[in-house]
């Protein structure tokens, strides 16, 4: 009913910055809430950053907080996820999430829909 397509990864230098988007496609879009994940090799998948339906409710896990900023474009279907700052530590698969409902949700057993990942690497 949704698809997403993750998109932005690659190598960036510690201290640097990249944007990763997440176009979503199917029957609807700006009704759902929308998420950030990320997995480390040998980790489980956590959680980043959430964005309700209508963009006004964020939320951030503390590990991003006051680097990572989430926003979305419902014209364009497309949830970004802007990373600052970026440390050793950020290196991950990231993958963005949907719901079938509107709300602001922080585990991943409240998604619906998942992408297939991006990969963000940063180097020394």
């Known amino acids: 009913q949704v698809q997403l397509v993750e998109s932005g990864g690659g190598l960036v230098q510690a201290g640097g910055s990249l944007r990763l988007s997440c176009a979503a496609s199917?029957?609807?879009?700006?009704?759902?809430?929308m998420g950030w994940f990320r997995q480390a090799p040998g980790k489980e998948r956590e959680f980043a950053a959430a964005?309700?339906?209508?963009?006004?409710?964020?939320g951030y896990a503390d590990s991003v907080k006051g680097r990572f900023t989430i926003s979305r474009d419902n014209a364009k279907d497309t949830v970004y996820l802007q990373m600052n700052s970026l440390k050793l530590e950020d290196t991950a698969v990231y993958y963005c999430a949907a719901a079938r409902s509107g709300g602001l949700y922080y585990n991943g057993d409240e998604y619906d829909y998942w992408g297939q990942g991006t990969q963000v690497t940063v180097s020394s």
């Open positions: 964005i309700s339906w209508s963009g006004v409710s964020r």
């Open positions: 199917g029957r609807t879009f700006s009704d759902n809430a």
